[in-house]
């Protein structure tokens, strides 16, 4: 069972991140044979960005990783563009991709009407790299977030038409998305995702953030004006704040309604939510301080892990070539799915 997934270098990781994304990384460490963690530094070149910011927030986000329990002795840490073969992947698997299921993705339609001077080819070329990400690994399960189910049904489809047409080449992988935590939302306005650029600044809680700032913002989370804490459609502040806390405690939604069941007073529950996610995160944000200044070892990491990718890539990426008859034969036999 090979997991991989993607992260992006753009500015300091939030707790839907966290609890999305970098929590089921952990846990993948130490089921995936192997886990594969990618730090997608070419993703965000596809909008704005300052070239020196990019280089130290790819650093920072593998601290941060670290920091947060990856281990890169047990999985594969990596950042994006030190391993070639993901953009060779992409522009091959171009050839099998419709240019209308690019037009029509979410994340496109929404990221170029954000774009002020230029709405880039790579920003609609983004899942393209997506899919390459993942199916240059032969991985069978890709731990995302909620917001990411586009670009993975996308890549499913990527695989499958490239195996009917060239044959039997690649894995169709499947997406794993959390049953709670998918969708952390923005505690200000709760109707909306917890997201870096489109959250709200006192909605947003960061993994590094500082403790008292974490429960502050907890206390002023937007709710309904009622005394029940429980998952209902007209309440998605107080549902919000039941998964996190679901989460941070490693036990269920359920489990949390049932010992607030009854009356109770909400400002009193965001600040249990508030203190239990900010001491939850003590000890990450305490690794990353030790971690984040030392570029010498985050770069001596980031290069033993993408030697270790470029080793399970590269064979892939040579089977794609002879399947799509790009460059002389080889003399091995195409490889089928790992
Ligand atoms: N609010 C969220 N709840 C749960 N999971 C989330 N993810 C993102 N937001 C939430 C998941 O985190 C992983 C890494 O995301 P990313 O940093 O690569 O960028 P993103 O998906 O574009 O989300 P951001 O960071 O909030 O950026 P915006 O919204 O500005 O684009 C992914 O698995 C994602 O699903």
């Given at each position: 069972m090979r997991i991989f997934s993607g992260i992006q270098p753009t500015g300091r990781k939030h707790l839907g991140n966290y609890i999305g994304a970098i929590l089921q990384y952990v846990e993948g460490q130490d089921r995936g044979d192997p886990a594969i963690y990618c730090i997608v530094d070419l993703h965000a070149t596809t909008v704005g960005y300052d070239p020196a910011e990019l280089r130290r927030r790819s650093q920072e986000t593998a601290a941060l990783l670290v920091a947060a329990g990856l281990d890169p002795e047990r999985c594969v840490l990596f950042r994006?563009?030190?391993?070639?073969e993901h953009t060779e992947l992409s522009w091959l698997l171009s050839s099998v991709t419709p240019l209308g299921a690019l037009n029509r993705m979410h994340q496109f339609r929404d990221k170029s009407v954000a774009q002020r001077e230029l709405v880039s080819a790579g920003l609609l070329f983004y899942p393209v790299l997506m899919a390459a990400d993942v199916l240059a690994y032969r991985a069978h399960e890709v731990p995302v977030g909620e917001d990411q189910r586009e670009h993975i049904e996308l890549m499913r489809d990527v695989a499958e038409t490239f195996n009917k047409r060239f044959?039997?080449?690649l894995v169709v992988p499947e997406g794993n998305i959390p049953?709670?935590?998918?969708r952390v939302r923005d505690l200000q306005e709760p109707e909306r995702k917890m997201s870096?650029?489109?959250?709200?600044p006192k909605g947003t809680v960061y993994v590094d953030e500082d403790p008292a700032s974490i429960v502050k913002k907890f206390k002023s989370a937007q709710t309904d004006s009622g005394n029940e804490i429980v998952r209902r459609e007209d309440k998605p502040g107080i549902a919000n704040l039941i998964e996190i806390l679901a989460i941070v405690r490693g036990t269920t939604p359920e489990e949390i309604e049932r010992e607030y069941?009854?009356?109770?007073?909400y400002g009193d529950f965001k600040t249990t939510v508030g203190e239990e996610v900010a001491a939850s995160l003590a000890p990450v944000r305490e690794r990353y301080a030790e971690l984040q200044g030392d570029t010498a070892t985050i770069e001596d990491i980031l290069a033993a892990g993408a030697q270790k990718a470029q080793a399970l890539a590269a064979p892939v990426v040579a089977d794609v070539r002879e399947a799509m008859g790009v460059g002389p034969a080889l003399r091995r036999s195409v490889g089928g799915a790992a």
């Open positions: 994006q563009g030190d391993v070639p044959g039997e080449t049953k709670v935590g998918a870096t650029t489109g959250g709200t069941s009854g009356p109770q007073r």
